[in-house]
Each structure stands twice: as C-alpha cells, then as structure tokens.
C-alpha cells in the first residue's frame, strides 16, 4: 500500500478512518448509555454523549493537560477533542485546537522542559539520555502527537527524520545521525571512507564517545578498545546505535506506546518516514511572492491602494522569522500543510474602527479564513509599529469569525 498510494489518498484514507473511530466511539457510548439508562429506568442529562473536553488555564497549559490526558481513559483519546482555555469555549473549534497544540509544543520542546537534548544549532531536538525511565511525560508527549494526526493538526516538532523512521521500525543510520550533528557525522563518514589503518592509530580513538554531555563506553566488555580499520564500521554502527536506540530505550518506548494509543498502527504504517513526518509537522514556507499574489482584497482595499502597497513594503522587509510569525497570524499556521501549497492566500479587508482614530488599533487576523483586517493606519511608521507588535503577541489574539 505505501507504494501504490500517493499521499493524498494515504492521507485521505487515515482521516476518514479517524473521523469514522470518533463517531463510533460516540455511538457505542451512546447505546450502552441508553441500554444502561432503559435496563436501570433512569436516564441523566450527564448521560449524554460526550467529547474529550480539555478545561486548560492558559499559563498553565502544559501542567493542566498533563493532568488531565492522566485522568481519562485510553478509549477518550479517539473521541472529538474539544479545548477551552480559562472557561471560555472557543466558537471555531479548529481554530482553539491550533492554539492549543501551538502552545503545548512549543513549551514541551523548549530546553525549560528538561525532556529533549538540542543540537549545537538548537535546530533540532532529541530525547535526553538522562530523563528518568518512569517519566511519564514521554508516554503523554507520544499521546499528544497521537492527538495532533488524529485531530489534522499541524504542530511544532523539530526533530530529525529518524524519530519517524523509528515510529515505523525503520533503523536508524549514519544519514540521521549527520542529520542531528553534521559535525559527527561527517567526522564519521571520513573514518568509514577516508581513513587508513595509519591515520586511524595515530588518532588513539577509542570505543567510547561523548553524548548528550557524559561519556559513554560503547564496548562495556573491553572499555580500551581501540578503533581500527578492521572495526571502524562497527564503532559507528555502535554510535548510531546508542545515539538513537540504547540511550533514550526506555523513553522511546513510552513515547511509542503513547502514540499508538491514540493513531492506529496499521493505518500509521500507511506511510513512509518522510510522508509521516510532513503530515504531523508540515513544510516550511517561503514563497513570500506567492503569498502577495494570491492575496485577495476586499472593501474599498485593493491592490493599488495606498494603505495596501504600504502594508507590503513593510511586509518585505520583515525577517524571515517575522514572515513566519505573520503567517501564524493570520492563518494559524507555523508550517504549511504538505498538501495545501497551492492554497495559501489570504484575504485583506479594512477593520472598521467607528468614530475613533484607526491609529489606536492593531491588525486582527481571523485564522478561519485567514483575514486579515487591516486600519487605515495615518503612517507607515504606526502601521509598522502596531503590525509588529501583534506578531511578537506570539499567539492568535482576537481570531474569533
């Protein structure tokens, strides 16, 4: 099957089996309720079917989710999920999910987390050699990229190719490995395909290495042993090894047993390593001149107007992680679906302030359709200001449709 389909239809088959899974599990929920209800002749508004329904205090969010993904059971994972940040239940459901999974992520994998080792560039995460093997963070960090595919969300997850690649039995290599430090594998590769019998003992390098800040032997049998022509491929393979097996084992597991309680391990096999891997996490996105033409303008807005040419003068001399942050803001997207390249456009329209001074407001975006409602700011200097300080918000504010 994965050889056969092309993505769109893998993708297509794992959504509409998601979809299906929840109102199955409704449905079973509500004939056992009503039979329930009938056998006992009792029947509560309580009773009704429910949603996995997420209450979260927005400073925090990661806390409150933790404790709650603990409380429910296994079979919840697969209802609809609903979230609601500090009591308020958002009107656009898809819209809150992506600020949730946005938040979450992004606190989980943060150096604050103590959860992931970073590489030199702090590009790229990996699981922490020297997290305790009962955490149980990482079983509830593999529910929640469980919940993001399940849900169509995507989310911030910088990590290598190999932790897909593992999520589907595939072996690691010496490619993932230069991958997360390209400075070791390249080092690597050099004594694979470079070094001789001479340059390898004149190096003294021995079968222990430095990982995730502590020494590690890679031979506990023979820990002076010494790295020769005849055994380099075995030293490597035995840093591969420990780099993304023996190290994080335990965690892995946890992470693995938490993501598969939620997606169905058949329908995830559907995949391949990098098809999976931009589902859950997207493409980047820098077609910046795509997005200005498929801009669509509404209102007394145009593409000639001042306030619009204005607008995108000072958009093209944004950072590139600002473009970014615009793109958050106004679509609800950090990495653009795989699927959807061709559909990223937005809509500009004038935000209507009454009788009070444009100057005082700020752009608001609604993710939904990707809006944009833009003030007919007097300067480009205030425009500037008040569009860049919505962007270092840093979350979706004022978004509902």
């Not at 329904?53 to 933790?66: C, I, P, W, Y």
């Not at 033409?293 to 000639?304: I, K, L, Q, S």
């Not at 107007?305 to 958009?315: A, G, L, S, T, Y």
Request: proline fraction near 4%; glycine fraction near 2%.
């Amino acid at each position: 099957l994965p050889v056969v389909m092309d993505l769109q239809a893998k993708k297509m088959v794992f959504d509409m089996n998601a979809e299906l899974t929840k109102q199955e599990e409704l449905l079973e929920w509500t004939f056992t309720t009503v039979f329930n209800a009938l056998w006992d002749c009792e029947f509560h508004l309580s009773d009704v079917p429910q949603p996995l329904v997420l209450k979260l205090r927005r400073l925090l969010v990661l806390e409150d989710t933790f404790e709650q993904l603990t409380a429910v059971s296994l079979r919840d994972y697969r209802k609809p999920l609903l979230v609601c940040f500090d009591e308020n239940i958002e009107t656009d459901v898809n819209l809150s999910l992506k600020d949730f999974f946005h938040e979450v992520f992004h606190e989980m994998v943060s150096p604050e987390s103590e959860m992931f080792m970073f590489n030199d560039s702090q590009t790229l995460a990996w699981f922490s050699s020297k997290a305790p093997h009962e955490d149980q963070r990482f079983y509830l960090f593999g529910v929640l990229c469980g919940l993001a595919l399940y849900n169509q969300v995507i989310v911030y997850l910088p990590f290598p190719l190999v932790l897909f690649k593992k999520l589907l039995g595939v072996a690691p290599s010496l490619e993932d490995l230069a991958e997360f430090d390209p400075s070791v594998g390249k080092n690597l590769w050099y004594i694979l395909h470079d070094y001789t019998d001479d340059d390898l003992e004149d190096l003294y390098m021995y079968f222990s290495i430095n990982w995730d800040g502590m020494e590690v032997v890679l031979d506990l049998e023979n820990p002076e042993k010494q790295v020769t022509n005849q055994n380099k491929k075995e030293f490597v393979d035995a840093y591969v090894n420990h780099a993304f097996n023996t190290s994080v084992g335990n965690v892995f597991k946890e992470f693995t047993r938490g993501f598969f309680h939620v997606c169905d391990r058949d329908l995830v096999r559907l995949f391949r390593p990098r098809e999976l891997q931009e589902i859950l996490v997207g493409k980047d996105f820098h077609d910046w001149e795509r997005l200005k033409r498929n801009t669509v303008y509404e209102g007394e807005y145009h593409a000639d107007h001042p306030n619009i040419q204005m607008f995108w003068e000072i958009f093209d001399a944004l950072t590139e992680n600002q473009k970014k942050a615009f793109l958050w803001f106004v679509s609800g997207f950090e990495q653009v679906p795989v699927l959807g390249l061709d559909n990223i456009k937005m809509t500009i329209k004038v935000k209507h302030t009454e009788d009070l001074s444009n100057d005082q407001f700020y752009p608001e975006s609604h993710t939904c359709f990707s809006h944009l409602e833009l003030p007919l700011y007097s300067t480009r200097e205030i425009m500037q200001s008040k569009l860049t300080e919505a962007l270092s918000n840093n979350r979706i504010i004022n978004t509902l449709v």
